[in-house]
């Protein structure tokens, strides 16, 4: 909410009858001026915190980036913003980061401050909104519902490509120009992960091949789903074979019977957030929707856990560095996002980190170390440079598919369809 | 002079805190929630009325819900509360105050977290129901998690503090010499309890059932850690509305609904029961 003062369009529309377009409102004249200057206290207080929006997304001017940077400076100093976990780490130490310092002099203020992105998109977004500073010049953030909105708001600076000359070079096509934000004019890739089957061979027998198994009565009360909106709806047009790039309102409401369907014969325990890897590792739950990443770490530490992307399809999804439009250290920030598509660096962060890393390149390198290291170390490296989960196959990746990009229309209907699943 | 402005200037701390962080954030979500919009758009005050009878009519699942587990709890908190703080105010001699701490001794760790520690003792091959299957007293698909009861056990668990506090009060300022006398005048005590300490204590039930009915209703931390599907409360839709979907005029209705309605319930509680024994006894 901000307390800006409204347009006075906005004003008139105390007084009038409002038009669903607004377009009709006739110019303000002295007389009007003075019956909302007249208006209570009260309307008036109303009437200042009305929630600014900006309109459809504008695309950016073609001088935006030159404008937007021709005056910015390194500062030497960066805040850093993003999910926990995210960091290679050395017991206190992030190494990555002390390097970086190192060879740029830039001091970073890391914070793991992004826990999911409804919730750091609704700390942001006043602040944003109001033209302040939110404290940080670097965050990542999920593409998504979140994420579009930031991009429709104007809340993103627009990248200055020319200083980021690794992400060029190193970055996987498929991770170039995705989707959500075409030629990455505000976003490049931090990691990526795949939203899968995870599944304990423990309870359930046999593999797991087909998203159908969901839909299996014989694990009745022993399904974790998702409670993200756009998540549960992948999957519910996997199931029918629809690409959910591709999907239509109807296909959605299709999607949402079936995912209802589920739900109605008992099958799903819980539409989760990121608390269905306990409830799997505990056993409340046999199967469930999950993240690559999370599952891997679990294996990594002896759980006996499976994943696999059902060939139906399954979602790739993935962390974007951006900088909001209120950063303080613009440039630094810029310094940061190419840093870590250095190969080496990448690779660092990708057997730290776990999820599917944005520079290819990183294989040869882990599997080069593989081959120097011993013991622990050669097994847990080898393990890493061979798993699927972290470099998908070709196979795996052609299953790969985005979340539809919605407008604010669509989103509505999107709530509306599958809100009631997951919370009715 | 002096003696007339000190009491204001007592309030005046407490006054404007309340001014600046109940009042103006009441009247801006009072405004929200009759605008239209989106985020992405903005939103912009129509006078739209109908956000709440939307609210209402979308989401009286869980209203009705929510009331129901709120009273469910209120009812079970009393049940566990009153023995308890009866037997502290009369039996507990001079330990009274050890086992008032002990009460209290779970609000020293973090409300989620309590919750958080209710799945690992109740998960479905958990310490507790693992014996329990293995015996074979329970079907190998019993479980507890995600169900209405560990909902509603998990308000309860989490609220008690609240009843015991106050009833306990209520019923320490009964004057031991009162019971005496009904007991000399041939009282058993069952009669003594029911005629003489129980309507002396109600005001503390009252009081406890406010504490804990109010925000237990409003609640949304146990249902999202310990429900499933079915068991989602009004407290969740509201979060989802603000925090996901960013409908803040949805939640703002949705919100204000909440609020009139535990008003009212509240003010035709407090009329049965009758206001005049709670505000004697917060006189006294």
């Not at chain 1, 900006?54 to 993003?82: C, E, H, I, M, S």
């Not at chain 1, 109001?130 to 990248?159: H, K, S």
């Not at chain 2, 209710?118 to 310490?127: C, E, R, V």
């Not at chain 2, 309860?156 to 015991?164: A, E, G, I, K």
């Amino acid at each position: 909410m901000t307390t800006a003062p409204r347009d006075l369009a906005f004003l008139r529309g105390l007084t009038q009858a409002r038009t669903r377009s607004g377009s009709a409102a006739t110019p303000l004249t002295r007389r009007d001026a003075l019956r909302v200057a007249g208006l209570s206290a009260a309307a008036l207080g109303l009437a200042a915190c009305g929630v600014q929006g900006r309109g459809a997304a504008a695309p950016p001017q073609k001088d935006a980036v030159a404008g937007y940077w021709a005056d910015k400076k390194q500062n030497g100093t960066l805040r850093f913003a993003n999910w926990p976990l995210y960091m290679d780490k050395d017991g206190k130490r992030y190494v990555t980061l002390e390097s970086f310092t190192k060879e740029t002099g830039i001091q970073v203020e890391y914070q793991e401050a992004i826990q999911d992105m409804s919730t750091w998109f609704g700390k942001i977004q006043p602040q944003l909104a109001a033209g302040q500073d939110i404290g940080y010049d670097l965050m990542v953030m999920t593409n998504g519902i979140q994420l579009g909105r930031a991009v429709a708001l104007g809340y993103l600076v627009p990248l200055d490509h020319a200083r980021l000359p690794n992400f060029a070079a190193n970055a996987g096509d498929t991770f170039k120009n995705r989707s959500y934000d075409k030629g990455n004019v505000y976003t490049i890739p931090w990691q990526s992960g795949v939203t899968g089957i995870a599944y304990n061979p423990k309870y359930v027998d046999g593999e797991v091949t087909s998203i159908q198994e969901l839909w299996n009565p014989k694990y009745k009360g022993k399904v974790g789903m998702l409670l993200d909106n756009q998540e549960i709806a992948n999957f519910g047009l996997f199931a029918l074979g629809i690409d959910p790039d591709k999907s239509v309102e109807a296909d959605w409401r299709k999607a949402g019977q079936k995912l209802q369907e589920q739900r109605d014969a008992g099958i799903v325990r819980k539409y989760y957030e990121n608390d269905y890897v306990d409830a799997l590792v505990r056993g409340d739950i046999w199967m469930c929707m999950a993240w690559s990443g999370d599952v891997y770490q679990q294996i990594a530490e002896g759980q006996d856990l499976k994943f696999v992307v059902p060939q139906e399809g399954a979602t790739i999804w993935t962390d974007n560095m951006c900088i909001p439009k209120t950063a303080r250290n613009p440039v630094d920030a810029l310094a940061m996002m190419d840093y870590s598509y250095k190969p080496e660096i990448a690779a660092n962060l990708a057997e730290y980190i776990n999820y599917i890393t944005p520079v290819p390149g990183t294989q040869a390198l882990l599997k080069d170390r593989a081959a120097k290291a011993s013991g622990d170390d050669k097994e847990a490296l080898d393990l890493l440079a061979a798993s699927p989960l972290i470099y998908p196959s070709d196979a795996d990746m052609a299953r790969l598919r985005s979340y539809k990009t919605l407008t604010s229309a669509e989103e509505k209907v999107f709530e509306g369809i599958f809100q009631p699943i997951t919370q009715g | 002079m002096r003696r007339r402005i000190a009491p204001y200037l007592l309030v005046l701390p407490g006054g404007l805190w309340l001014i600046a962080f109940l009042v103006v954030p009441l009247v801006f979500m009072a405004s929200v929630s009759t605008q239209e919009g989106d985020i992405v758009n903005g939103f912009a005050q129509t006078f739209r009325f109908a956000n709440f009878a939307d609210a209402l009519t979308e989401y009286r699942t869980q209203f009705l819900r929510s009331a129901g587990y709120g009273l469910a709890g209120t009812v079970l908190t009393i049940a566990l509360a009153y023995p308890v703080a009866y037997w502290i105010a009369f039996k507990a001699g001079r330990r009274k105050s050890t086992y008032l701490l002990l009460v209290l001794l779970p609000f020293f760790v973090s409300f989620v977290l309590r919750t958080v520690s209710w799945k690992f003792l109740l998960a479905d091959d958990g310490i507790l129901l693992q014996p329990l299957k293995s015996a074979g007293l329970l079907a190998q698909d019993f479980h507890v998690l995600q169900t209405t009861a560990a909902v509603v056990g998990g308000l309860t668990y989490n609220y008690l503090p609240f009843m015991v506090l106050p009833i306990y009060v209520a019923l320490e300022r009964v004057d031991p010499r009162v019971v005496e006398a009904s007991q000399d005048l041939y009282a058993s005590r069952l009669t003594s309890f029911t005629k003489v300490v129980l309507p002396l204590s109600l005001p503390g039930v009252f009081a406890g059932v406010l504490m804990t009915f109010v925000p237990m209703t409003a609640d949304y931390v146990n249902a999202a850690i310990l429900g499933g599907p079915a068991n989602t409360m009004i407290g969740n839709i509201i979060q989802t509305e603000y925090l996901v979907n960013n409908d803040y005029p949805a939640g703002a209705a949705l919100s204000f609904t909440l609020m009139a309605a535990m008003l009212i319930g509240i003010f035709v509680y407090a009329r049965a029961l009758g206001t005049e024994n709670v505000l004697e006894a917060a006189a006294r």
